[in-house]
């Protein structure tokens, strides 16, 4: 009787468990994130100070070191948000080249017209935003962006704003910025900051989710989540401004994973203390944190004729390139263009005449000559054959919105 | 002694349960007719049962352990609920779902195909704990899981959300 019994007690226990309580599984397993064993990782309502304080502690763990005073947190509704920010941009609004550096992005098409008003700014900036932290105050907003506010869901995201409130103590985020010698460099020093906020917050999330950190595919979950966010980007109608949404936190992401993967907390603290200068690295990072191994170019612009007044000088980098360029060649194409980028510099101009008009001038330098040429033949796609030369390893674009000649710019030394 | 009168209980229960265990798709309409009966006195439970069973194939598609607490739920709906417009009636069944959701069963292959599913779902970005995975999919058979993990084999993410997309879209 026992050994007719025994195969049956399997199905005598499955079919009873429906039957009860007692029967059901035990909660669902939690794996804590790994190192921060003794830190609960359940998700908590953002607003609860014993629950900051927890997270707090998790930042804190996952970046091996010993939590700070808690910052100050403020849950702002997202008109709100955007009320301040459009009068913390108001004084920027003011600068009268703002008109012409959009023109001559707008060239490019690099931003729509309209896209650098402080309004249009700040509405994209506050509904895109789901916390921040502000390393001149020293506190932490969350925004509140209305009917799917969830507390508990934005744990993660506290966990990401309490990274940077750390960095800022071990670096003084302000003064690590500030270091950063064009916008290209910039961009890339926001990759570091906000990857490095982005690996710990997706570290956290596993944990919170309930995954085992061990088994999950971080080098997929890295890779799918830029994808995914480079189509995003790529429909935006202005691209290189609606970078900050993207290039910090997936390009950003992926490297800071790849770094420490490599070398843990030590490595990734090792990046801030030797920053990478250009946005060339973080593209060039597909399997593993690289160098690029190569000293951009300083490339000079011909001095304009007295009919034109030049405003201002930036490097676009191998970003702005890869996204100017996408346009015509493609994505794959771009960003193989990109990656032979050693060096540029973009020239905003104003005419003299009433009113006055705008110019972008733009020298590029490539790897090579017959990159060169490629990017030469992308570029007449982009702004007609008119406005595009090419010597040797280098491409100028020259293109304005009014009558006024720009055919000064196109000197090769 | 006392463990083989165990073993005898626990057998009896197994085949007892595992012979009268009721369908989904029959708790389902058994509970719907029965609301129906209750609501306009004139519904003859079996044959609307027999009925509803033959035209609503998909209800094979809701797990045993999901049905049994949505049909509780389900047998006791408001009247108005049940026999009103359609958004009443969507709206309470919703309200069903979730109950059942929060109340059914998570067995041992709901906890498995979670455990896969929400790492496959991560590598492709989405955030889905464990615990909401097997709420949810606690509701569903072990086949519309089954064609579920199939789409986490495809080769992108798109794929995947597509293809998960579909089976649901199709319920």
């Given at each position: 009787m026992r050994q007719l019994c025994f195969p049956l007690v399997a199905l005598a226990l499955g079919c009873s468990a429906?039957?009860?309580?007692?029967a059901r599984l035990g909660p669902t397993l939690l794996h804590p994130a790994p190192g921060c064993e003794s830190s609960d990782p359940a998700r908590c309502d953002v607003r609860l100070p014993e629950c900051q304080q927890r997270l707090l502690g998790m930042a804190a763990c996952l970046r091996g070191e010993s939590a700070l005073d808690l910052p100050p947190i403020q849950v702002l509704s997202e008109a709100d948000y955007a009320s301040f920010l459009t009068q913390e941009m108001a004084p920027q609004m003011k600068d009268p080249n703002l008109e012409h550096v959009e023109v001559g992005l707008n060239l490019l098409g690099l931003v729509e017209r309209g896209a650098l008003s402080a309004q249009a700014r700040a509405e994209d900036y506050a509904k895109f935003v789901g916390g921040v932290y502000r390393n001149d105050t020293k506190d932490v907003l969350i925004i509140?962006?209305?009917?799917?506010?969830?507390a508990e869901a934005m744990s993660p995201l506290l966990v990401h704003e309490f990274v940077h409130a750390l960095q800022d103590r071990d670096l003084d985020l302000s003064a690590f910025r500030a270091q950063a010698s064009s916008i290209d460099e910039s961009w890339a020093y926001s990759a570091l900051i906000e990857g490095e906020a982005r690996l710990h917050e997706e570290r956290y999330a596993a944990a919170m989710l309930g995954l085992d950190s061990d088994k999950v595919d971080w080098s997929a979950h890295f890779q799918n989540a830029l994808v995914d966010d480079q189509q995003r980007l790529l429909a935006e109608a202005s691209p290189y401004l609606a970078s900050y949404k993207y290039f910090p936190y997936e390009w950003g992401g992926r490297y800071m994973y790849f770094t420490w993967r490599t070398g843990g907390m030590e490595a990734v603290l090792g990046r801030f203390a030797q920053p990478p200068t250009m946005t060339h690295t973080l593209l060039a990072s597909t399997m593993d944190a690289v160098d690029s191994h190569f000293t951009a170019s300083e490339v000079k612009l011909a001095a304009p004729p007295a009919e034109w007044t030049e405003l201002t000088r930036m490097t676009l980098g191998a970003w702005g390139m890869h996204l100017a360029f996408e346009k015509t060649l493609g994505l794959d194409a771009s960003r193989a263009m990109a990656l032979a980028w050693r060096g540029d510099t973009l020239g905003i101009y104003a005419s003299s005449e009433t009113p006055a008009h705008s110019a972008v001038v733009w020298r590029l330098e490539l790897a090579d000559e017959v990159t060169a040429i490629q990017a030469k033949a992308a570029a007449e796609r982009l702004v007609g054959v008119a406005n595009v030369r090419q010597e040797g390893q280098q491409v100028i674009i020259a293109k304005t919105d009014g009558s006024l000649p720009v055919d000064w710019a196109f000197q090769f030394d | 002694m006392r463990r083989e009168v165990l073993w005898l209980v626990l057998l009896s229960l197994g085949c007892s349960a595992s012979s009268e265990t009721p369908s989904a798709a029959s708790l389902w309409c058994d509970a719907t007719c029965s609301a129906a009966h209750r609501c306009d006195g004139a519904t003859e439970v079996n044959s609307c049962s027999s009925s509803c069973q033959s035209q609503r194939p998909q209800l094979a598609d809701i797990s045993v352990e999901g049905a049994q607490p949505l049909a509780a739920c389900l047998e006791v709906m408001k009247c108005s609920d049940l026999l009103g417009n359609e958004e009443h009636w969507a709206a309470a069944y919703e309200g069903c779902w979730d109950h059942a959701k929060s109340t059914a069963e998570i067995t041992p292959s709901v906890r498995e195909f979670c455990k896969a599913y929400t790492l496959a779902v991560f590598d492709c970005r989405y955030w889905y704990s464990t615990e909401a995975c097997e709420r949810d999919f606690g509701m569903w058979s072990e086949s519309v899981r089954d064609r579920v993990a199939a789409?986490?084999?495809?080769?992108?993410c798109s794929l995947t959300q597509g293809c998960v997309s579909a089976i649901f879209e199709s319920q």
């Open positions: 429906s039957d009860g309580d007692d509140d962006h209305g009917g799917s506010f969830d | 789409c986490t084999t495809k080769p992108s």
